[in-house]
Each structure stands twice: as structure tokens, then as C-alpha cells.
């Protein structure tokens, strides 16, 4: 039985809205800072409809606003594996962020796409338990 309150401690945002894709492209995701949270997970999903193509997650960490100087974020700093060549319908693949970056941003990757996903997304959850109240 549930005996604590994860519901203050967490803070969901949505980086890539959900979305029809249709061709190989990058989405690029919503930059979110990383200093004030104590942990971070990404989550990305599908909808019904997965006609064909792969949809993979990429996440880049920096430290200027606009990762200009951002890079691929090492497997050393992640918690699980990047989502890959999701191709099935109705799936949820999740990767936790333990990196030393302030600014860090999740993009979608589809490859081989000729009709393409009617929705996919990314959202990430933030722990806010190292500064309350938090807005971004």
C-alpha cells in the first residue's frame, strides 16, 4: 500500500507534443533545465496507429540555454537505454538522466518512414524534491 506522497515531489511536462509523423525527420523537444531536480526520467509513447518506420529518442545535454555546445548524452549518464527503433503501437519506453549538464533536450528520430505514426511524444517527469514550489 502506497505510504508516500509522490505527488508533490514530481513535476510532468510535456517536450514533444504528440504528433502525426509522415516522413523521416527530427523533432526537436522543449530544453528543460536540469540544476533544481534531484532526478529525471523521459517517457516516450505511441499511439494506435503505426502504419511503418522507426522512432527512436535522442537526448542532448549542454550547459549554454540553447545547447549550442550540446552533445549526445553518454551512456554513463543514463538510467536504462534510450528508447530505439520503436515500431509497435501502444508502447511506453522510459530513460532516467543522471548527468552533470545544466540544460538537457529530448528529440524524435524516424527513419524509414513512408505513411508514417498517427501519435507519438515525448514527456518528461521532474523530482522537485531538492527546491519547492518549482515553475518553469
Keep these: 500500500m502506497p505510504s ?14 504528440a504528433q502525426a509523423i509522415t516522413n523521416d525527420t527530427t523533432v526537436v523537444g522543449e530544453i528543460f ?5 534531484e532526478a529525471i526520467e523521459f517517457i516516450m509513447y505511441t499511439g494506435k496507429d503505426v502504419t511503418d518506420g522507426l ?3 535522442i537526448l542532448t ?23 530505439t527503433d520503436i515500431f509497435l503501437a501502444e508502447q ?6 543522471n548527468g552533470h549538464k545544466i540544460f538537457i533536450r529530448a528529440d524524435i528520430v524516424s527513419t524509414n518512414v513512408t ?3 498517427a501519435q507519438i511524444g ?3 517527469i521532474l523530482d522537485t524534491s531538492r527546491r519547492l514550489p518549482i515553475t518553469l
Design 4 to 17: 508516500k506522497d509522490l505527488h508533490t515531489l514530481i513535476k510532468p511536462f510535456i517536450v514533444v507534443p
Design 92 to 97: 511506453l519506453k522510459n530513460v532516467g538522466y
Design 33 to 37: 533545465p536540469t540544476v533544481l531536480f
Design 122 to 124: 515525448i514527456n518528461i
Design 61 to 83: 545535454h549542454g550547459d549554454d540555454p540553447g545547447l549550442s555546445d550540446g552533445v549526445p548524452v553518454p551512456a554513463e549518464f543514463l538510467i536504462g537505454d534510450l528508447p
Design 55 to 57: 522512432y527512436s529518442m
Design 115 to 117: 505513411v508514417g505514426i
